[in-house]
């Protein structure tokens, strides 16, 4: 019976239309910005709102994007609000994706979209390891891949790519101590762009 | 909190990062009440190497000696991923004698990713002999891995636009020779384990998770497949060459450690079909687009044309982002691997952001082993197939 209804729905229901039709329908308050390009739809909120704009996508009857396949944080420090959440969203049932954009800055917390989806609660947790974005009233906030006593967060442009400590193994004190990075060899930037013509458009 | 049944406390296992068997580093606290497992908390992150960031800083080329370190046992596919993003990115077009030569690479590298998941699995459950058939066959597939590109497992192999090298003369006999040994092996296989009344003691019933908990939580691959969802990217995306070929999407109904072994089983022989009609079917022709790096280009000349001209030796690739994003997927054997690229207007990218298909799948582990026993934590870990390379990338 469900598979019934999916067969069905490949054949009129099309990549664009989840686009389309959420614009229409969501309050104006909720989404800012919508561009739709050939490589994927997207739609910009604001910070209150991806909780609400995410459970609406979700349940709605001809939107039902279920499938949260990826929340990650991307850092542009030139903009005033460096920070931008990206949803990556998915509904099997139309076989469309579309992609939720927030934008922060530092200290701005963004709802937290763990209750319509439980695969968020790892991915938010990601967004504040690495970019330093946090989430109110996440059920579980705290680092997840980095070390246990790692200050900063990774992901962010302005922690250099070698980092600032470094461990190894003190045979004195018989643990692992963090030390101040110790760099042999200055950093090698290979600026490989041809001097001839680059293949560039897209 | 239920009343504990044995004792007044409960007691705290920590099944540390070091594991026998082949899941990776990963850490589980596991909350216990006599046998019975009250909760328990996936750690992660010791495995982590900052390929996301070391990806803002190393151009594509540069990159993909490093894709393959992510999912060590499916190298293809994160290869593949890749070199997908710019390619889409840029509009490239992949010549049909290397997506058809790419096609045959993924599933040979899917059937080595479920070997690798078959042996441990069953080393898990308790039997050791089909740890040590797997790599009989992996070996094989090493070899032919070997003749085509160099490497036996972190094959440097694909290229924006196509692949890096043609395959050698003879590879396709031995491929198809090994296809039909391969259908042997897996009849064997089958023959030791499906029916097997220990097996099947051990893995029927066990973690079942339903259709609609499995879109929920965001899973995909094998585990979506297994709850009842006829979801494949390889027939939804329409990507490389998959629909030229006749295949079917394996699935079952019942979600349970019993359907994700059988939807695996059945997937490599699955794979074993279109390996061999993509063998048959292979067209000549170029296996790279080398339009992506040529010289002097003006604008009317065609690709067999005569006045076309490119270097013969090739140059440095270097390729230029534009400045878009862009989600890239592919059906990796664990799950759906994405990328969310986002492209400055340089050689470097500005966000790469791995989606590994084992991150996901993971979270669903608490939830699963929840009032099961203490020996099932290690089924469910296993049948759910995580490898931690990717997790923690």
């Known amino acids: 019976m469900k598979r019934n209804y999916k067969k069905a729905f490949f054949i009129f229901m099309d990549n664009q239309f989840i686009f389309k039709y959420s614009w229409k329908t969501t309050p104006k308050k909720w989404v800012h910005k919508m561009e739709r390009s050939e490589h994927g739809n997207r739609s910009d909120t604001n910070t209150d709102y991806p909780f609400q704009l995410l459970c609406f996508l979700k349940l709605h009857t001809y939107t039902r994007v279920q499938v949260s396949i990826d929340i990650c944080g991307v850092d542009h420090p030139s903009r005033k609000r460096r920070f931008e959440v990206v949803h990556n969203l998915l509904s099997t049932r139309y076989n469309s994706r579309i992609r939720v954009q927030t934008s922060a800055d530092e200290v701005t917390r963004i709802s937290p979209v763990v209750s319509p989806f439980p695969s968020a609660g790892r991915w938010e947790r990601e967004v504040w390891d690495m970019s330093g974005v946090s989430s109110i009233n996440h059920p579980d906030l705290r680092r997840i891949s980095t070390d246990y006593g790692f200050e900063g967060h990774p992901l962010r442009k302005d922690l250099p790519l070698s980092g600032y400590v470094e461990v190894r193994y003190d ?32 | 909190m239920t009343v504990p049944a044995t004792r007044k406390d409960l007691m705290i296992v920590n099944m540390g990062p070091h594991h026998p068997s082949m899941h990776g580093v990963l850490r589980l606290i596991v909350t216990l009440d006599g046998e019975d497992v009250i909760n328990c908390e996936p750690v992660l992150g010791y495995l982590h190497r900052g390929m996301e960031k070391i990806a803002e800083n190393r151009t594509i080329i540069q990159y993909l000696p490093y894709v393959t370190r992510w999912d060590y046992l499916a190298t293809m596919f994160t290869e593949a991923i890749t070199v997908n993003g710019p390619e889409q990115l840029g509009n490239i077009q992949v010549p049909k004698r290397a997506s058809y030569i790419r096609a045959i ?125 006829q979801w494949d990217l390889r027939k939804v995306d329409h990507y490389e060459c998959y629909d030229e070929f006749d295949w079917e999407v394996q699935w079952q109904k019942e979600g349970d450690s019993l359907a994700r072994y059988l939807v695996r089983i059945n997937e490599m022989k699955e794979s074993i079909k279109i390996i061999q009609q993509a063998l048959e079917g292979i ?44 989600y890239v997927r592919v059906e990796a054997p664990k799950g759906e691997l994405g990328i969310f690229l986002i492209g400055d207007q340089s050689i470097f990218p500005w966000r790469w952001k791995i989606r590994p298909p084992g991150f996901i799948n993971l979270q669903i582990l608490p939830q699963l082993v929840k009032r099961m026993k203490l020996a099932d934590i290690m089924t469910i870990l296993g049948s759910i197939d995580i490898i931690m390379g990717e997790v923690d990338r």
């Open chain 2, 283 to 326: 067209p000549g022709g170029p296996y790279e687009n080398l339009e992506v790096r040529r010289f002097d280009r003006t604008k009317d000349s065609e690709w067999n044309d005569f006045e076309y001209r490119f270097i013969s030796k090739k140059p440095s690739p270097t390729f230029e982002l534009s400045k878009q994003e862009l």
């Open chain 2, 105 to 229: 690479m993924l599933e040979l590298s899917r059937i080595a990713s479920h070997l690798l998941w078959l042996g441990p699995f069953m080393a898990d459950i308790g039997a050791q002999t089909p740890f040590f058939y797997i790599f009989r066959e992996r070996e094989l597939i090493y070899d032919l891995f070997e003749a085509v590109t160099g490497m036996r497992m972190m094959h440097n192999y694909f290229r924006i636009g196509g692949v890096a090298a043609d395959l050698p003369h003879g590879w396709i006999d031995k491929c198809l020779d090994f296809c039909n040994y391969f259908l042997t092996v897996v009849a064997e296989y089958q023959k030791l384990i499906t029916r097997n009344p220990i097996f099947l003691e051990r893995v029927e019933g066990v973690g079942i998770i339903g259709g609609e908990e499995v879109i929920n939580w965001g899973l995909s691959g094998p585990m979506l497949r297994a709850s009842g969802i």
């Open chain 1, 171 to 202: 045979d004195p004190e018989k643990r692992v101590v963090s030390e101040p990075i110790e760099m042999t060899q200055e950093f090698r930037y290979f600026d490989s762009a041809s001097p001839w013509e680059q293949r560039s458009d897209g």
